[in-house]
Every structure is written in C-alpha cells, then in structure tokens.
C-alpha cells in the first residue's frame, strides 16, 4: 500500500522544515527501522521493550528507545519480537491505551509523531488509532485495496463509538501507486 513509504518521507520533509518529528515503527518487519538506516535485528531498546515493561507490570522508559535519524528525525525503531506484543496484551488492563501511556512522558516534546502500523487490525493499530490524535489512510488505486480502507474506516468508527479515542480525526484518504492510464470502475 505505501505506509511506510509514506511514513519515512513524510517525517523527513516534516524534519527538513524544522519540525520535530517522531516516527514510531508499530510493524514487526522493521521495514520503517530500515529504511530509517537501522538494523531491527541488532538495535536496542525498540518500542518493543517499552511495551514488554508495561506488559509486564513495570513503567516504561520509552526516552531510552529514540534513537536520531540522519534524516532529521527521531525514531522509536521495531524488532521482529514486537510481535510476541499482541498476545502479551491480551491479559492487560486497558490494553488498547498502552501506547499512549507509553508515549505521554515524551508527546510534548514533538510537533508530529507519525506511526506506520502493520497491515493487519490487531491489538496494535488499535494502539495506534487510541493514541493518534489523526489518521492519514494510504490506499492503492484498485477495487481490493478499496475494500481494505473501508475495513479501517469500520475500525476507526469502533474506536470512536466504544469512547476508545471519540475525537479520533480522519486527517486524509492518500492515494498511492496510482497509475493514470487506469479507470477504476
């Protein structure tokens, strides 16, 4: 679909214009974390040992994650373990507000924090949508990635209504990998 593609190049232009940004890598592949120029496999601490802290009963230290981009900006890397995450959190109170308890120690101290999410609707992107104050939705210009954006309407819709995050904004609907010789009927 293009949301890491999206993620990574929206941070570094918002970092080029003198904002502080913050990119959160929420994806298990570490894509957003390579691209980034890290290494998923060998960088410590991520997100995900913030989350295994509050899993775990402990309070997180998320400032010992960020690491500074070449790009200009902060990232809060993943590793392939955060997806042991969305079994952890089955069993904790108030599971889908963990990232932003997570994140409050550190939200003041940037203009965007933008977190690129993996392609499934799991106990992280809910995560991700109760700490967001907006949600840029990147779909691929066919009939079946149409059918996916209203999966994660639906799911932006749930959000609001069980009072998860109400104010939840949609920011934009971004259109990616277009191909203009193509009619979509």
């Given at each position: 679909?293009?949301k890491?593609?999206?993620?990574?190049?929206?941070?570094?232009?918002?970092?080029?214009?003198?904002?502080?940004?913050?990119?959160?890598?929420?994806?298990?592949?570490?894509?957003?974390?390579?691209?980034?120029?890290?290494?998923p496999?060998?960088?410590?601490?991520?997100?995900?040992?913030?989350?295994?802290?509050?899993?775990?009963?402990?309070?997180?230290?998320?400032?010992?994650?960020?690491?500074?981009?070449?790009?200009?900006f902060?990232?809060?890397?993943?590793?392939?373990?955060?997806?042991?995450?969305?079994?952890?959190?089955?069993?904790?109170?108030?599971?889908?507000?963990?990232?932003?308890?997570?994140l409050?120690?550190?939200?003041?101290?940037?203009?965007?924090?933008?977190?690129?999410?993996?392609?499934?609707?799991?106990?992280?992107?809910?995560?991700?949508?109760?700490?967001?104050?907006?949600?840029?939705?990147?779909?691929?210009?066919?009939?079946?990635?149409?059918?996916?954006?209203?999966?994660?309407?639906?799911?932006?819709?749930?959000?609001?209504?069980?009072?998860?995050?109400?104010?939840?904004?949609?920011?934009?609907?971004?259109?990616?990998?277009?191909?203009?010789?193509?009619?979509?009927?």
């Amino acid at each position: 679909v293009g949301k890491t593609t999206t993620a990574i190049n929206l941070a570094a232009a918002l970092a080029e214009a003198g904002k502080r940004v913050l990119a959160i890598d929420l994806d298990a592949q570490g894509n957003l974390t390579q691209h980034a120029g890290f290494d998923p496999e060998t960088l410590s601490p991520t997100i995900y040992n913030a989350f295994r802290d509050e899993i775990d009963g402990y309070e997180s230290d998320i400032t010992t994650a960020v690491h500074h981009s070449a790009e200009g900006f902060d990232l809060l890397p993943s590793q392939p373990e955060l997806s042991l995450t969305e079994i952890g959190l089955m069993n904790v109170i108030s599971r889908e507000k963990v990232l932003e308890l997570i994140l409050q120690p550190i939200r003041d101290q940037y203009d965007y924090i933008l977190i690129d999410c993996n392609p499934s609707l799991g106990l992280l992107v809910i995560n991700a949508l109760t700490a967001a104050d907006s949600v840029l939705i990147p779909v691929q210009t066919e009939y079946l990635a149409a059918r996916g954006a209203n999966m994660i309407l639906s799911t932006i819709d749930t959000v609001r209504r069980k009072q998860l995050n109400p104010n939840l904004y949609i920011e934009g609907v971004l259109l990616t990998m277009a191909d203009t010789r193509t009619i979509l009927m």
